[in-house]
């Protein structure tokens, strides 16, 4: 988790270090359960871990849960599949007729 933050300094950084301890071997937890190998998925897995961490209220197991979950589901950080495009966005009832009006 210290080598996340290090790369990515935009993230929180006032942890204390009992807190950084923690999340490193709850990372290295994720990382033994799923077997990751690359970087890339290991920090994706850092970054899922301390945004559920910031955000609270969840024990060190849910969070340890629902990581892993997520990485096999392929779901990235930003809440889309990782293997698939953007998706498209949802437009109401009012916006297609406007949109019908303004192409016609």
Do not use: C, W
């Amino acid at each position: 988790m210290r080598r996340y933050l290090s790369l990515h300094p935009e993230q929180p950084s006032s942890f204390s270090s009992e807190e950084l301890d923690t999340l490193d071997a709850l990372l290295q937890r994720v990382i033994e359960e799923l077997h990751i190998v690359d970087q890339a998925d290991r920090n994706e897995a850092a970054g899922r871990i301390l945004s559920l961490y910031t955000l609270g209220g969840r024990s060190l197991d849910e969070i340890l849960e629902i990581t892993v979950r997520l990485h096999r589901n392929g779901i990235t950080p930003g809440g889309r599949r990782s293997d698939e495009p953007t998706p498209k966005r949802v437009r109401t009832e009012r916006q297609r007729r406007k949109l019908v009006r303004s192409l016609g």
